[in-house]
């Protein structure tokens, strides 16, 4: 709760957090706020520009841009949100492995994050879904699984300086086993850093899920996402600028509202953390 | 100095040897082998030929033979022929385009550096100003700013509008052949224009964040309290003194920062039409032509490897206290 308190003083946080916030009731409530069925084709009525009846206007299809946006933000926040969830798990369990335990351990996870790191996050995942077949869970899947390298490392450095502790040393001595110290005392006290990534994160997935998208890779049409409406808004660029430009304005705006706070939260939780 | 130079470079043998492996692994994640795509729904493959094919590529092998062999051919740059319907062998393929993704790379990469140095530094000077506000504001909307959607706009303004600047391809081609060479060279500057803008935009923030911050934490040095205090100008405390220690990491970031870059080159080589290997691998994703998507996410992973490396050695040549031997 101190946490939001503190939040509220910084104006940009705040208002990144109202963003999000906003977003959130969108996605959630999206049959009950969208003014039209997001798929319903209407010949007579395409490309209408931004009019009181289509706030946002309609596409090549007669589809209301405004009720696909909102659906839109319903997947792209789905996608973003299991994607960090996986990432996280990935990242937190294999960095905290490594700091708790050291040795041959620490150093087989170390190199490994190596490895991974040296491959372009969008060649990887290009390739893996080259090989599977594209839906939502396999972009859900195939962001998680090359997304976690930089929270591992920062995980394992924040339990490496942790774990030196006394109350470590206090729970040790009572006989807490490794993995009741690693879950119970080492990791919850992680949160901080973990939080701050997590945030930059839900940024960064959602911009690599939009691209994916737009390269005909990610999530499959008719089902809108704000990446896949972007590109069918390229084809009428000329005529009805509005099909690509809003999609794109919700993208800057969400990964933004992400980036800022998560930024935000790195200040409030450790002012003196240098930046990575 | 050499004994540092001999523990990177072990390191280097073995992230190389990981790359190999997940390159290696990478394809047989494909449902129903390797060969699926030109196989399946193929009614003119008898499973006779399948098996054929099969024995061919040797897929009946154990998996660590098949590696050995995959890993053999590899360090002679074979990889095979691509599945398209030219079969051309995949490395001529990758090595026509590998210099223009080089170039553009490395363009944009000067470019970042020449914007974000100033700014970080601008921004550290006046931290917490209006100036370092706006600024931070900027650098992140150039971060979030979905790189796809910049170039369809600036395709647009200047393309479709305006029409100042061609929209796709690397150089003109009605007429190319006959221009001087500087008209060449202005007809690739016009080329180059957008797809470097969207580059460069993107890669701007991480930098002048990292200068920044790095810049403010120096500053705060007890050796620039030392040199105010001896009188020296508030310009060769900031230029002379404070930039050339805040800069020193950029070295390492530098390495860190080529896999984002490469990557990007997936996106704006893709939406301009430029043929480099970001085009080649989107193309080869699309018609699921296996063996060059294998190649490309080897060299590409190894291209980084090698650049991580040389930052290495170039920071521990730049910093007198690995240079000389101290263990810090």
Not at chain 1, 121 to 132: D, S
Not at chain 1, 158 to 173: G, M, N
Not at chain 1, 215 to 239: A, F, H, R
Not at chain 2, 300 to 324: H, Q, S, W
Request: with cysteine; proline share 6%; hydrophobic share 55%.
């Amino acid at each position: 709760m101190s946490l939001i308190k503190e939040l509220l003083k910084h104006r940009l946080g705040t208002a990144s957090l109202i963003i999000i916030l906003f977003l959130a009731i969108l996605a959630v409530f999206a049959p009950y706020i969208a003014p039209y069925d997001p798929l319903e084709i209407n010949v007579d009525n395409i490309l209408q520009p931004p009019s009181l009846a289509h706030p946002l206007g309609t596409d090549l299809l007669g589809r209301d841009v405004l009720s696909r946006m909102i659906y839109a933000s319903r997947i792209s926040l789905e996608v973003s949100l299991v994607a960090v969830g996986l990432s996280l798990m990935i990242g937190v369990v294999l960095g905290a492995i490594a700091g708790y335990f050291g040795g041959l351990v620490d150093l087989i996870i170390c190199r490994f994050i190596d490895i991974m790191l040296c491959f372009p996050t969008i060649f990887l995942v290009l390739a893996m879904v080259a090989y599977l077949e594209p839906s939502i869970v396999t972009i859900m899947v195939v962001i998680g699984a090359t997304s976690w390298m930089g929270l591992a490392r920062l995980v394992r450095a924040e339990i490496l300086s942790l774990k030196e502790r006394d109350f470590v040393l206090i729970a040790k001595t009572y006989g807490a086993s490794s993995l009741r110290i690693l879950f119970k005392h080492l990791i919850p006290n992680a949160l901080p850093p973990i939080l701050v990534s997590a945030s930059l994160g839900l940024g960064q997935a959602i911009l690599i899920e939009s691209a994916l998208s737009f390269l005909g890779i990610g999530v499959q049409p008719p089902i809108p996402s704000w990446g896949n409406m972007l590109i069918e808004g390229k084809e009428t660029l000329e005529v009805a600028w509005w099909l690509s430009f809003y999609p794109g304005m919700a993208i800057l705006i969400t990964v933004l509202a992400f980036t800022i706070l998560g930024e935000t939260l790195q200040e409030i939780l450790n002012p003196k953390r240098k930046e990575r | 100095m050499i004994s540092f130079l001999l523990k990177r470079f072990l390191v280097f043998l073995i992230t190389l040897f990981g790359i190999t492996v997940i390159s290696f692994s990478v394809i047989h994640l494909a449902p129903g082998g390797p060969l699926s795509p030109i196989t399946d729904f193929n009614p003119k493959i008898t499973p006779e030929y399948r098996e054929r094919l099969v024995k061919m590529y040797g897929l009946d092998k154990p998996l660590y033979v098949q590696y050995w062999e995959w890993l053999k051919k590899a360090a002679k740059l074979d990889f095979g022929r691509s599945f398209s319907p030219d079969q051309r062998p995949v490395w001529d393929k990758i090595k026509e385009r590998l210099p223009i993704t080089l170039l553009l790379n490395f363009l944009s990469l000067i470019l970042i550096f020449m914007i974000s140095i100033p700014l970080g530094v601008l921004g550290a000077v006046k931290a917490g100003s209006w100036v370092d506000r706006i600024l931070t504001i900027v650098v992140f909307v150039g971060y979030a700013m979905p790189s796809f959607w910049l170039a369809i706009i600036l395709m647009m303004i200047f393309g479709v509008k305006l029409q100042w600047l061609p929209i796709s391809g690397l150089h003109s081609t009605l007429g190319y052949e006959e221009m001087t060479f500087f008209e060449k060279l202005w007809d690739w500057a016009k080329h180059l224009i957008c797809p470097l803008f969207v580059a460069t935009f993107g890669g701007i923030a991480g930098i002048s964040r990292y200068v920044r911050n790095s810049m403010i934490e120096v500053l705060k040095a007890d050796y620039i309290l030392f040199a105010r205090a001896k009188g020296i100008s508030e310009k060769e405390v900031i230029y002379k003194h404070a930039l050339r220690n805040a800069l020193l990491p950029l070295i390492t970031i530098l390495g860190l920062s080529l896999p984002g870059l490469v990557g990007g080159s997936v996106i704006f080589e893709t939406i301009f039409g430029i043929p480099g290997v970001g085009q080649l691998m989107w193309q080869a994703v699309m018609a699921r032509d296996y063996p060059v998507i294998m190649a490309n996410l080897f060299l590409v992973a190894v291209l980084t490897l090698i650049g991580n490396f040389l930052a290495d050695i170039g920071y521990a040549l730049a910093d007198p206290r690995i240079r000389l031997g101290d263990k810090h």
